[in-house]
């Protein structure tokens, strides 16, 4: 859960050790949906590594959906860590996952907040801390 990411290793930028295409991949390329908040979550993170715009507005609750995503390709994500979560499971229709995501020179501590949309996990918001 705290493993950081690693440019030698294979592992997906969410930090799983899973090659991306069999991680958020899946995701992204929309051959499945994430089955909990968590998998959202780490799925959003790595399309912000992978500047991927579509997919985090596709995975944005319709009520809070901005209508673009402003993404920096300077940003240097180094890593996730899900530092707790709150029901969210494939048995909820809501959700929160709290997380630290670190980029080169800062760090963001969130807690998100989830929703199910027509069955699919959506991000909704997002309370700040620091
Ligand atoms: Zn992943």
Redesign the pocket.
């Known amino acids: 859960m705290t493993r950081r990411v690693s440019r030698q290793r294979p592992h997906?930028?969410?930090g799983?050790e899973?090659t991306?295409e069999n991680?958020?991949g899946r995701f992204h390329r929309g051959e499945s949906a994430a089955p909990t908040a968590e998998a959202l979550m780490?799925?959003r993170y790595?399309a912000f590594v992978k500047l991927n715009e579509a997919y985090l507005l596709r995975t944005w609750h319709p009520r809070t959906r901005p209508p673009g995503v402003d993404l920096d390709p300077g940003m240097r994500w180094t890593g996730l860590e899900i530092l707790g979560t709150s029901d969210g499971s494939a048995f909820h229709g809501t959700g929160t996952v709290t997380f630290r995501a670190s980029f080169k020179g800062g760090s963001l501590h969130e807690r998100s907040r989830f929703e199910r949309v027509d069955g699919a996990w959506a991000y909704v918001d997002g309370e700040f801390f620091d």
């Open positions: 997906c930028p969410c799983l899973e991306y991680c958020c780490r799925s790595s």
